[in-house]
C-alpha cells in the first residue's frame, strides 16, 4: 500500500463559501505570561485585529473578511485555495494566524490556534455572525464580572462558580452596583470587530507625466464600532459582503 494512502482525511474537500474559526489554545496562560490587562486588553486586541489584517491582505489565502473578538477569529472565505481541501485549509490558517500573533506580541514561546471549518451557504453567514457575537457579548459581562469578584479577593475557580447560572440580568446589576455600565463599555470589547476587503480609490503621481492620477486599490474597512449582527444595518452589511 502506498504511504499516501494512509492519510485519512487528506483528500477530504469542501465548497465555498465557508467560515474557518480559530480558537487561541491555553491563551490563559499568554495572558498569565504577558501579563495582559483584565478584563480586556487593548494592545491584544490590537495585535489579533493586526493578525486579521494580514490574513485578509497578505497570507494568500484571501478570506474575504474577518470577524474577531477576544482569542476568536472567524474568517469567511467565498472562495477556497488548496482546492477545498479541508485538513489543508485548517493547518495552514491556523499556523499563519499563530505565526503573525507571536510576531505581533513578541512571544518567546509559540502560540497556537485550533480550526474548524464551517460551511456557510445561503443566510447562514448571517446567523453564524449573529451567534458568534451573541458570544463576545457573553463574554463580555463575564469578563467583567470574574475580574470584579476577583479583585475583591475571590479564586477564579470561586468567582466562576459564583456566577454560574447567573442570568445577565443580575451581572449587569452586579457590575453597576460597582460602577460599571457594562453597555456603555467600548464597542469592540462588546460587539467585537469585523474586517473587511473593500476597493478604494487613492491619489497617486505619476513620474513620467508628472500629474497626479487616482488608482483603484484594495482597502481594509475597519469600523469603529461593528453593527450589531441582529439588526437590519448589520445584516444588509453581512449580505453586501457576501452576496446572499
Known sequence: ???????????????????VRLDGRAFHRLSRTLELKKPFDPAFHAAMRSVCRYLLTESGLTPAFAYTFSDEISLYFSTLPFSGRVEKLDSVTAAVAASALTIELGCLEPLAFDARTIPASGEFALE?????????????????CQTALVS??????????RLRGMQSDAMHEMMFERGVNLAATPAWQRRGTLLYREEC??????????????AKRTCIREPEETPLFSTAEGAALVRSLTGA
Open 128 to 144: 453564524y455572525l449573529t451567534w458568534r457575537q451573541n458570544e463576545a457579548w457573553r463574554n463580555h459581562i463575564n469578563a467583567y
Open 152 to 161: 475583591e479577593g475571590m479564586s477564579s475557580r470561586e468567582a466562576a462558580a
Open 201 to 214: 480609490v487613492k491619489e497617486g503621481y505619476n513620474p513620467l507625466t508628472g500629474e497626479t492620477v487616482e
Open 1 to 19: 500500500m502506498d504511504s499516501k494512502d494512509r492519510e485519512i482525511f487528506s483528500n477530504l474537500t469542501i465548497f465555498p463559501p465557508v467560515f
